[in-house]
């Protein structure tokens, strides 16, 4: 009952303080201005994310008995560490790359610092597994970020993501991450009205840094519990490969990865035509299933569970030629009929 009431509280406190953030940025003009990359038409609040941070954070607020020991205090860490990174970065443009990776690494490191104060494995082989944990965060939270661009698909993966984790931790009886899954659930919920199906405020990298630093955590929290692996990486894989292999074919392609674009499959979906609900919705499917799929694994069948990650293989691979296909198959239309079709659809960025 006291999860059902922060749950609650949190979606208010998320509607609230998004509500009170589109006035109070947009007053100081903290916009997100149409570029090149962009996927929207006219200068759009930034800064949203700093309501779906509020909703987390009161569920966790009320919930903090659930959450003593070092996860509640690794995830508030990287929440609010990540999300002051992407604050200062919405509020003054002023972070150079590498300023922000420097700072990005000092609070992934915390993290895992506080996750792994008390282990009780071999010193060497600790601190390999905490530089992969630290490489891992870092490297979600950024993928995040990139994959934040059009309306709504965030809060459809932060949902997707935040239920299926809830549900895996309430049948392995891992309270902390239960709780902490669905505060996200409700932070997102709450500020999902403004940034869907039509856009009055984005969540900026505060918010993406945030959300994306809180699933990134909450997959590490998981795996340490003894969660199978493909049940706690199958929500977040879409979001992975097409990150991961959107920059493979631009370092292929001997193009400065680090620079904007807009070759990821989702915005190449946004340019062949298809409107951001309609990318967004096929998002939200796709990480659906690829959740369900994941929680084969706690079956413990054998050939039940490589069938289930074969069909997760399968469906992202299908996601990531799908634009491809669409091409073949139509003739395509003149850059400048792509790029006012996208802009008329008014997303995200």
Known sequence: MLLLIAIASGIISAIAATALTVRVLGRRAVLDVPNQRSSHSRPTVRGGGIGLATGTLVVLAISHTDLVGSAGLALVIAGLGFGAIGLVDDLTSALAVTIRLMLQLVTAA????????????????????????????????????FMDGINGISCAETIVAGVAFGLLARHEHQLALQTAAFALVAGSIGFAPFNFPTARIFLGDVGSYFAGAWLAVLVVVGLR?????????????????????????????????????????????????????????????????????????????????????????????????????????????????????????????
Do not use: K
Request: proline residues 5%; glycine residues 8%.
């Open 110 to 145: 915390a993290v895992v610092a506080v996750l792994w104060e008390h282990t009780s494995q071999g010193t060497l082989l600790a601190a390999l597994v905490g530089a992969v944990a630290v490489l891992w965060i870092i490297s979600f939270v950024n993928a995040f970020n």
């Open 225 to 349: 519990g003894s969660i199978p692996p493909e049940a706690m990486v199958a929500p977040v894989a879409l979001y992975v490969a097409d990150t991961g292999v959107t920059l493979v074919r631009r370092v292929h392609r001997h193009e400065a990865w680090h620079q904007p674009h807009r070759q990821h499959t989702y915005q190449r979906l946004v340019d062949l035509g298809w409107s951001h609900t309609q990318t967004t919705g096929l998002v939200l499917t796709l990480v659906t299933l690829c959740s369900a799929l994941g929680s084969v694994s706690l079956l413990g069948s054998v050939p039940g569970r490589v069938a289930a990650d074969c069909a997760v293989v399968a469906l992202i691979a299908g996601y990531l030629v799908l634009p491809g296909l669409i091409g073949h198959r139509y003739s395509s239309p003149p850059i400048d009929a792509r790029t006012s079709r996208a802009f008329r659809s008014g997303a995200d960025r």
